[in-house]
């Protein structure tokens, strides 16, 4: 798929860092319960840290308990695209942004306390938050 943001691969290794970089273009995760923005609960905006894409609003966010941020919706119908990913011996549902098509995490069905009954779990490298509150 060709993306509105296209770098070389030298491009995003100089504008990342070495963690951001092996999360973002390598789909590598970050330790759960290590993110920055797994606690964040101010309301805001949830952009790919990559590109400044928004991908989900802080009114999506829920805790999941699973050791990463998680929301139930992104924040339009294209901010991300999915993925099927067969790595690590699973099949799993991996989500990348659209505008760059970097790594972002994975969707899970497994959230019926929410109103979507999805999990976008995703990692706190691969995101920047934006308070929108007072």
Sequence with gaps: MTHAVDKTEEQWRAELS???YAVLRQAGTERPF??????EHREGIYRCRACGNELFRSETKFESHCGW???YDPSSS????TLEDRTHGML????RCTRCG???GHVFPD??????GDRYCMNSVSLTFE????
């Design 18 to 20: 070495p963690e951001e």
């Design 34 to 39: 290590t993110g920055p923005l797994l606690n």
């Design 69 to 71: 941020p998680s929301f």
């Design 78 to 81: 294209d901010a991300v695209e």
């Design 92 to 95: 799993r549902v991996e989500v």
């Design 102 to 104: 970097s790594h972002l």
């Design 111 to 116: 959230a019926p306390q929410t109103p979507t």
């Design 131 to 134: 308070a929108t509150d007072g």
